[in-house]
């Protein structure tokens, strides 16, 4: 574990209870760049506000990116705000990020679904 980052770092500003989860998901980065790609993170945990990734690319702080969710209804891009990221077993990012809503289409389902899907590996 990277010095001065402890496992109490990632849970002093959590206003809900996160939810472990063990699954890869696709994950778009919002930023300036020639090219957009999305990226493989793996999900550590969720709530119905927020988000815990490993990944081996950053994500600086206030940068917004997508997640591709499937769900009943198609497929759903889920637009999350990262709150920090920090360097994790040298190579790798462990990001906390927030809910900030969905991208580029009408959404009626019920956050519990999205993160019942989430917790249950849907692609």
Avoid at 90 to 107: C, D, L, M, P, V
């Amino acid at each position: 574990m990277p010095r001065g980052l402890e496992p109490h770092s990632f849970q002093e500003n959590r206003t809900e209870p996160r939810t472990p989860v063990t699954r890869t998901i696709d994950v778009l980065p919002c930023q300036a760049r020639r090219e957009w790609k999305f990226i493989t993170a793996e999900i550590t945990d969720c709530s119905l506000h927020g988000i815990g990734l490993i990944s081996t690319e950053p994500i600086e702080v206030n940068q917004q990116f997508l997640v591709k969710l499937k769900l009943e209804k198609g497929v759903r891009m889920l637009l999350y705000t990262v709150h920090n990221c920090a360097l994790w077993e040298r190579t790798r990012y462990r990001i906390g990020a927030k809910f900030s809503g969905f991208a580029a289409q009408e959404f009626d389902e019920d956050l519990k679904e999205v993160l019942e899907s989430l917790v249950r590996g849907d692609r």
